[in-house]
């Protein structure tokens, strides 16, 4: 599957934590001129476990497409995704934004305009929702790190950062915190470098807690955007609910995510 960057919206709210402790890394390679294809074999012991927890990679890795619906104020948003080689369509009541392998566009039903990035956000809730499996993606280098301690439960946690030339934001950097009961992803700490294209120093955070099931794999169904202080998460901010959820070993025709006659070509 194609690597993309997760990219943030400015908004979104964050967080730090400290990391430290043993790192397994694989080998260093230059990405910046290559496709990059997710890999099994380099994965640590303890996102592996993770990974089978929400019905395993190999099962993952027989899905072509991702669908969900998200409940916005301006109504219903649906994001349709090629997993194999991200394409993306995200269906809007005013606007489409849509990329079809090669190029980013925008599609107006009418004069109003999108008030957002359509460069910051045509990929951005795939890779929210597709956790934890895009952290499966080649060029990643996996670290144990600190335990996220919240609420008097503490999440064992896994760094991700990418090797040279992988993505827009080589610089990100992750940290999946898992239920060591469960092996579940509980958390995501993330930091935003898209903007200053340099390495982030606060972390973000979404609580994972509720799930869903579609095709045997388990998906979010709820995510928990939360305040923070003293570089932890404090209070919930904001959920947000995801719905009519397809994944499907079908894959769907290019022509969906192909840009439509009137649109906009992103650059």
């Not at 996996?142 to 934001?169: A, T």
């Amino acid at each position: 599957m194609k690597l993309k960057s997760l990219v943030i919206v400015a908004l979104i709210i964050f967080s730090s934590c400290k990391n430290d402790k043993s790192s397994e890394t694989v080998e260093s390679i230059d990405y910046s001129e290559n496709q990059l294809d997710i890999t099994t074999s380099t994965h640590p012991e303890s996102i592996s476990r993770v990974f089978e927890a929400h019905g395993g990679l190999d099962a993952w890795k027989e899905m072509q497409t991702l669908k969900f619906t998200m409940a916005k104020e301006s109504g219903d948003e649906i994001t349709t995704t090629d997993l194999y080689n991200r394409s993306s369509l995200i269906e809007m009541p005013k606007h489409t934004i849509g990329y079809d392998g090669q190029e980013i566009w925008l599609n107006k039903m009418d004069t109003t305009s999108y008030k957002g990035n359509p460069k910051f956000y045509y990929n951005l809730m795939f890779y929210f929702y597709a956790m934890p499996f895009v952290l499966a993606d080649d060029g990643i280098v996996y670290e144990d790190v600190q335990p996220l301690d919240f609420e008097g439960k503490s999440y064992p946690g896994i760094k991700i950062s990418y090797e040279s030339g992988v993505g827009e934001s080589p610089e990100d950097e992750y940290i999946l915190y898992y239920d060591s009961e469960t092996n579940k992803m509980a958390w995501l700490g993330y930091t935003v470098t898209y903007f200053s294209k340099e390495k982030g120093k606060e972390f973000h955070f979404i609580k994972y807690s509720e799930w869903q099931n579609s095709n045997n794999m388990q998906l979010p169904k709820t995510l928990t955007w939360y305040n923070y202080e003293n570089n932890l998460p404090t209070t919930k901010r904001n959920d947000l609910e995801f719905s009519s959820v397809t994944l499907t070993p079908v894959k769907m025709n290019s022509s969906v995510f192909s840009m439509p006659e009137g649109a906009e070509v992103i650059e």
